[in-house]
């Protein structure tokens, strides 16, 4: 019995304790209103399903040769070009290179650091819910930026901006702390976009319209590198 439910507990994508009380709320209210009324309860079960999916936080093998950026999120490559950085971060004052990620809902919804090193900035700003996919959502919409700075100097922003359905936006980071590449950093709820941008002259390994995989997938290369890395952590 114990060898069958480590099998199961293996199996299983893990659920990350942001999401816990979201699904305790819809079984709880599931049940309740289900007691007295059965189709409602059916409806409440996938419901509450759905929710746990959302939450999800599968392992991921993440890249760690120096220099190397990944994706801070699970999604789509929306957007790559040149952007202006959030004013509040004050990471530059002529365009950088931009790669937005945008997450639907059902998309792993956990962020993680697209480089190694210290968060030197922490900066919130409230706004608006348009469209996540649109490009004024990163003028407009509620947001929060963090600079991360490597160990060789080089400065990578990453901004979590919430979405038409998002209502919030969690760090699980104080400014001043350090962190791995691939590590958990935070998590938007219910669909949103990552923003990356990128130190002047690097160049983005990846296109418009390919999908990303937060922690894995290769964004750039701040060595100048085109070889793919040969070593990898697992998280």
Known sequence: MSSLIDTISKTLTPIHPEGRPFIAIAAAATLLIGWFVTPIFWIGLFLTGWVAYFFRDPQRVTPVAEGMVVSPADGRVSFIGPAMPPPELGLSDTPLTRI?????????HVNRAPVGGRLARIAYKGGIFLNADL???????E????IIETAAGARIG??????????????FKTEGETVEIGERFGLIRFGSRLDVY????????VSEG???IAGETPLADLTGRTQAPVSSRVD
């Open 143 to 146: 947001r929060n930026g963090l």
């Open 158 to 171: 990453v901004v979590q901006i919430a979405g038409l359905v998002a209502r919030r936006i969690v760090s």
């Open 210 to 212: 390919q999908r990303a």
């Open 198 to 205: 990128l130190p002047e002259g690097v160049r983005p390994l």
């Open 135 to 141: 490009d004024k959502a990163s003028e407009d919409n």
């Open 100 to 108: 937005s990620v945008f997450m639907s809902v059902f998309d792993v």
